[in-house]
């Protein structure tokens, strides 16, 4: 799938991997809608990228993806502004176990209205033109961090909504491929303040510590690179892509149809 002229819409944009896939997608010629619940960060981001790619090509719109009015009202616009919608990467997400409702409604339940909002502009079946949904989940959400159940349990819960919607979109014709990036430790805000955000899990921050030496760390661009490699192979749905300081991998799970 080329980018040229394609329109991305990316949550969480303003900083860390949103910002990263946002300036991959410019990179390779896609226009982007910059959705983040931080509007200084937003907006700030969306003048220095006006200033790279045209101001014709990004568009910020500050959205919570808690919020379900908020992200229809981003949508619309993104169409208006662009024409239609042909890549969502639902990437919004944070990393507090002490207010784990909280993480459960931006984390899992912000990516499936995301999803949900996207296919009424996106699916074949609605007169949309079909496309590639990215979901942001984390390693986590393929083996446990112990410092963060519920961080888990959603990145878990981002991993199965993908690769059942992936197939449900397959079966129905809505066009839309859907798959998952699962990084490892990545520098970003969301590293920071380790034992703060692991609320009554804190005395766990040193076993973190040793994993996060053991795996190590990686940067935003390769997870954008992933992203880039997920968007534009039209053979890949229903895919989870594992990265680490070791290397990319796509994952295998249990099949359960023979
Ligand atoms: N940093 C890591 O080690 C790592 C590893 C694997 C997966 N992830 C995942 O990657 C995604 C991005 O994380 P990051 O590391 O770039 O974090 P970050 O904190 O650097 O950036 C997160 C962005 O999301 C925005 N955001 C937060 N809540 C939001 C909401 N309710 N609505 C809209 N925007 C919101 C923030 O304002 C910020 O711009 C998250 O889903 C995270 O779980 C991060
Ligand atoms: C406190 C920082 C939280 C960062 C969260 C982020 O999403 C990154 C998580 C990355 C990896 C940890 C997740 C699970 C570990 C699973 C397997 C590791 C096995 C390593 C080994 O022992 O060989």
Known sequence: MALNDKTAVVTGAAMGIGKAMTEILL???AQVAILDVDKTAGE???EELNKRYGAEKTLFLNCNVESEE???AAFQKTVE???????LCNN???LNESTWEKIVSINLMGVIR??????EHMSKLSGGRGGVIVNTASM???GPLPSCPVYTATKSGVVGFTRAMAAASAVSGYGIRINVLCPGFVQTDLMSNMSARLGQFSHLADVTQQLIEKIGIINVSDVA?????LVTDETKNGEALMLFRKGKQYVTFPSFSE
């Open 92 to 94: 919004a997400g944070i």
């Open 114 to 119: 995301g999803t949900y909002l996207a296919l």
């Open 44 to 46: 700030r981001l969306t």
């Open 27 to 29: 990179q390779n010629g």
């Open 140 to 142: 986590a959400g393929l």
């Open 81 to 87: 502004t662009f024409g239609g919608i042909d890549i």
């Open 225 to 229: 690179d992933c992203l880039l490699e």
């Open 70 to 72: 908020q992200i229809k």
